[in-house]
């Protein structure tokens, strides 16, 4: 992991709860009818379950009170007193309208295409439409704070749906890398230390249009990373987005365990690593559904030009054998054609600081040799993210990786040791940065691997806060992180390194981190000691 590491509120990714404790409030606010003052119930509107005449309403809102307001429940029935179910109030109202206040950069019909209400209709306080249009507002990353209300129409019976919203800034610093690694020069010779940087920010809402537009950049000793992003998340009011992609990458990869010989012109030469360079040109296309409002699928198609400079011919040795580098990629020019689905849920009440809520991610891919791709391969994988909030506020988060790739993926679609460890820099922008292995605390085979096909994790986080505000900073917490992860090839399998024997042999290690997550109004910084605990020399480099 970068020492220095900024992550943004990924708006477009967070799904359709900013925060999950209005979640848990919505669940009373669905049991209290939505009144105002002076609102006319319809004469249909049927008693209580006494046979009564329903009590006169308290004001209400869907929302964070105003200040003077008060929201209280109506007084129970005589069932509830009694301990039974309390009775549901069924007003019902003509709507006149829809009032939007506080909209100073979003446009209205933007507001109004996640508002399902439209005048004439007729408008049931208890709808748990009421509470969602809140939920998917605030899931739009445009507002901080937004709040549905009733006011009296015209005439009687009718009333007019009131929405207050407070903006947000929406240019919003996704990723911000600043680190230290590990390379080496253009020979292959190997190097102590050096630096690399980026930034990832997009405009979620463009002019007030709702739309996405972004870029990010990388760079590092002769690599490059470059992408522009468009997306609109829901066209007009249906429940589907569309999204793409640009992307330019010139890389570097480094490749060998010890002893490592390459080819040169007349003879192998000795080196510390073996070099591959090259190019990316690309982009992507996709759309996404709103299956309910915590759950996406995204679809997207791929398609790849790759340039790449590659040894004639290099060896190292793996485990106690003389054994040829495999360098996953097609020497010269390739094409890369997938088409890739996700189907997300995403209950977190914060994309920073979380609290409490489940985050699940479920990905298939498939390269599409029939349209021209060089590598044959297929992916599935599933991660899950929960959240515990502790009766001493204090927080635990459990994460679970699990993926497979089945096929010939190119290196940078295969799975990257630094991408499980935060003792070593993970990719950004696909672009490795380190040369290390893993630090190998258990001295398995994992020392062996570097790209792998198969990779699982397990991992939990106990976070203490340390402040909370309301200003450019919101949250200040101290994160403590142990995890177990593995990484293998096939072959790791099949034809496992020589030289390991029992546990040793499955490729496994321990992860660890310290340090502090920060929330702020333009994204989430986080700062951690693993990297520089990485650069201490107390790794097994094999067996």
């Not at 007019?160 to 890398?177: F, G, P, Y």
């Not at 522009?228 to 890389?251: C, D, I, K, M």
């Not at 299956?291 to 106690?320: C, M, N, W």
Request: hydrophobic content about 40%; glycine content about 12%.
């Amino acid at each position: 992991m970068p020492v220095f590491r900024f992550l943004g509120r990924s708006l477009g990714r967070f799904s359709w709860l900013a925060a999950l404790a209005t979640l848990v409030v919505s669940t009373e606010a669905r049991g209290q009818p939505l009144r105002t003052w002076g609102a006319e119930p319809d004469p249909a509107a049927t008693a209580d379950a006494d046979g009564g005449t329903p009590p006169p309403p308290p004001p209400i809102s869907v929302g964070t009170p105003v200040e003077g307001a008060e929201a209280k429940p109506p007084p129970p029935t005589a069932a509830a007193r009694d301990g039974g179910p309390a009775a549901r109030i069924d007003l019902r109202y003509t709507l006149e309208g829809v009032e939007i206040h506080g909209n100073t950069s979003t446009l209205r019909r933007v507001i109004l295409s996640y508002v399902p209400f439209h005048a004439g209709d007729t408008f049931d306080v208890e709808d748990d439409r009421v509470g969602l249009t809140r939920f998917r507002l605030l899931g739009t990353g445009f507002f901080r704070d937004v709040q549905l209300s009733l006011k009296r129409g015209s005439r009687h019976g009718a009333v007019v749906l009131v929405i207050d919203v407070t903006e947000r800034n929406t240019i919003v610093v996704h990723d911000l890398w600043l680190g230290v690694a590990s390379d080496v020069d253009p020979g292959g010779v190997a190097r102590p230390i050096t630096a690399y940087g980026g930034v990832d920010v997009a405009e979620h809402n463009l002019a007030g249009t709702g739309l996405l537009l972004g870029g990010a950049v990388a760079v590092a000793d002769r690599q490059l990373g470059l992408r522009a992003r468009f997306a609109a998340p829901q066209l007009g009011t249906s429940p589907f987005g569309v999204n793409a992609e640009l992307l330019f990458n010139h890389a570097r990869d480094f490749f060998g365990n010890r002893d490592v010989l390459v080819a040169g012109p007349t003879s192998q030469q000795a080196t510390d690593y073996a070099v591959v360079t090259y190019d990316r040109f690309g982009g992507s296309v996709g759309a996404s559904y709103e299956v309910s409002p915590p759950t996406h699928l995204f679809v997207d198609y791929r398609l790849e030009k790759i340039d790449a400079s590659v040894p004639s011919a290099a060896s190292h040795v793996r485990g106690q054998d003389v054994e040829p580098i495999d360098f996953y990629v097609v020497p010269g020019g390739s094409v890369l054609s997938t088409l890739r689905g996700t189907l997300t849920y995403d209950t977190r009440d914060e994309p920073i600081l979380t609290t409490r809520g489940t985050h699940l991610g479920l990905v298939g891919e498939l390269s599409l040799a029939p349209l021209g791709s060089t590598y044959p391969y297929g992916r599935v994988q599933a991660r899950i993210d929960h959240w515990i909030s502790l009766p001493w506020h204090h927080v635990l988060h459990l994460d679970a990786f699990a993926g497979a790739i089945l096929g010939d993926a190119p290196l940078y679609e295969r799975y990257y040791i630094g991408d499980f460890t935060a003792l070593l820099p993970d990719r950004v922008l696909d672009l490795a940065f380190d040369r290390r292995t893993a630090p190998n605390f258990l001295g398995t085979s994992i020392a062996e691997v570097r790209y792998g096909q198969y990779a699982a994790q397990l991992s939990a986080e106990y976070r203490i806060p340390l402040y909370r505000g309301h200003a450019a900073v919101y949250g200040i917490d101290l994160f403590g992180s142990v995890g177990v992860y593995g990484i293998a090839e096939l072959r790791s399998f099949t034809d496992p390194p020589s030289g390991y024997r029992g546990f040793s042999r499955v490729p496994l290690d321990l992860d660890f981190n310290l340090g502090l997550r920060i929330d702020t109004s333009a994204g989430g910084i986080r700062l951690g000691v693993s990297t520089l605990v990485g650069f201490i020399p107390f790794r097994t480099e094999g067996q």
